[in-house]
């Protein structure tokens, strides 16, 4: 009979939902009325965003108070030029929406706001604001960190400059990575700014797309001014470009390198920005104050948040996420820096200078590049991850390929989150938007409606009994995860190298293990302590298992103790859903036993389930185990189909976790054939001749009885009126593969109604 070599509901992503009062909610259709305007015609992007392409003359901008009877400029009187005999041939970088569409003439493209866009924020009223202040300072006791370069002689009326485009990794949601400029002027709450670049922010967007930005301030980011078109403020030209959209051609490790020109100047009261050949827009000058006089610092380079969510520095890339000594096609750039001055007059910047956070972190490094780029200063920067990673074994590091393999396996896997909780076994539990779960990744889902409760009464009223304690999970010590969202242990890159397959992580590995065939020697051994009923038709099960932390000896091994629903049969098609508590070193990283689910349909093994509810975390740690001749804990575990919905149901104690849609296991449609219960090891033999030390259940064998053995109590399995039966000892089968090394004892009583304990040490005298 066969078990799970492998869990981890990975569901990856979020979105963000708060639980709001109704005063809030109105507060929130309000802010979109007023931020979405009516739409000529909308464009579905490929990546997911909604451009509206409004009428220019109704944009957000003129929302603002000051630009109520603002005439809009539909062109810049002139545009800064540079007399150079060079110029460099680029590969347009287009943006993603482009691919479904494009905006008529006199409209503009407008990203549309979602709900969730602002739920992502800290509030209503900071949405599309910055909270503290973002000028590059070398101040290390704020969370933003710098690597860019200052020019301060003189006044400035604009810059021009090429950055280089990458899609540096965040690595939690309210951190972010940029590359960009900023023009400043005045100081403390007279600071004025205009900023534009290129960022990811998947705390903004909800996504770990590279996008275009712009930004202004007038009062030193004490509320004034925000991104995009996320307040009123920024006037919108162009019908090409978004701001906010996204740039889906990004720079390569040492492959074709991608980059966009950008250029800001001061035309009469107002601040133009182009990027590439395309006027965009401008900032009015009736937004400022002290920049009506230019600007007196000019900055380009990258920035990055650092929040520290490990209790120590963030893995956020910078620029390309390499170091800038690694140089072009490998580091992050500017290129053709220039500043323009009170004659309109493009120049060289003078007094250039470097500021730095973290040197071992993210670094920079000027210079003059020649005619091959322009007579201005050439600027790398980037940032080497600043943890210790694993490895392959038998191998020193992992190729270019590989890491690029596991960089798009996380983003896969690791959806957004609205909130991320630290676990004290290390774990990180994000808070998922319920919507943007893993589940809806597997093309069944695409057009799935997600259910919020079974419609059965026989699975939503049965409590399971009482008891004088209560299990959870050790993320919960830190924290709850809000309405709307579901806890999702995090994935990370160690997990996927750990597990040896990218392609095969969370799966189990051939052949199947509920099945056992004595005497068959493979390097992998699967071994049982089960009872069963079979040959019937079930809706499904129920049993308390009592928790314990048995010694695993390698890494590759596992010992659990679960239950296994089954139709079918290897040769015409297996259908399993199962779940239990584990302990997987490989999986995981260490040897905390977890609760975990799982299905198969034939040759797709996956773990998952579709989660609803934020108690409970697939794969997360429990928060306390049984003791030799101490202390014993179990939990009620429910698995039981929906008769109205067809639904397999997932339920720990009273809280429902989630399902398994019949279309997923179609063996599993009507009923199941097979109900297991029990514990199972695997291990390798690797052409050794002694059986394993990994212990199954307590590491004692069941003659131990309680408090010393591990045990399954008050089986039960579901009938297809959904009635629970208990089966007496006698109508159970066993499956025992090594009784000498693990064995069990059936029995029944009034307290307990049928049970059996189970486990053993594995190698002992008897178990050679």
Known sequence: MTALMLIGVIIYPCVCVKEFSDHQEIKIQTLLKRLNKHALISVKSVDGDIIDCVPIHSQPAFDHPLLRNHTIQMRPSF???ITSTYTKKCTKATQAWHKSGRCPENTVPIRRIMKEDILRSKSIESFGKKTTSSIPENDPSKDHEYAVMNSMQG?????????????PEVQVPNEFSLAQTWLVSGVGTTRNTIEAGLQVYPGKYGDNN??????????????????????????????KI???GTYNTVSQYDGDQYELSVLIWKDGENWWLQIGEEIVGYWPGQLFNS????????????????????????????????????????????????TIDETNTLREPQGVYPTTG??????????????SWGIMVFLIFGMIIPIVVGTFPGKSKLSDLHEQEIKLRLKQLNKPAIKSIHSPDGDIIDCVWIYDQPAFDHPLFKSHTIQMRPKSNWIRDKTGGNKTYIIHQLWRTKGECPENTIPIRRTTRDDLIRSGSIKNYGRKSPPPTIYHTDGVQTEEVHEHTCVYVDYGQFHGSKSRISIWKPNVLRTREFSLAQTWVVNGDWDTGLNTLESGWQILHALYGDKNPRLFAYWTKQDVTILTVQALFKHISLGAALNTFSTYNGEQYDFLLTIEKDQETGLWWLKFETYLIGYWPSFIVPKLAVSARKIVWGGEIVYYTRGQGTHTLTQMGSGHFAEKGFRKAAYFNSLEYIDTSNYPITPSPQHLEAAVTRPECYNLMVGSSQRWGTYFFYGGPGRNPQCP
């Open 79 to 81: 545009i800064p030029e």
């Open 155 to 167: 006044k400035y009326f604009g810059t021009k400059f090429a950055v280089n485009m990458w899609k």
């Open 210 to 239: 590279l996008r275009l930005f712009v930004f202004w301030t007038a009062n030193g980011y004490q509320g004034t001014g925000c991104y995009n078109n996320d307040c009123a403020g920024f006037v919108q030209r162009s019908n």
């Open 242 to 244: 978004a701001v906010g």
């Open 291 to 338: 920049l009506g006089n230019g600007g007196t610092i000019v900055q380009w380079g990258g920035e990055i948040v650092n929040k520290e969510t490990d209790g120590k520095h963030t893995g956020t890339d910078m620029g390309s996420g390499h170091f800038a000594e690694e140089g072009y096609k490998k580091a992050s750039y500017f290129r053709n820096l220039m």
């Open 358 to 371: 973290h040197d071992n972190c993210y670094n920079i490094k000027a210079g003059d590049g020649g005619t």
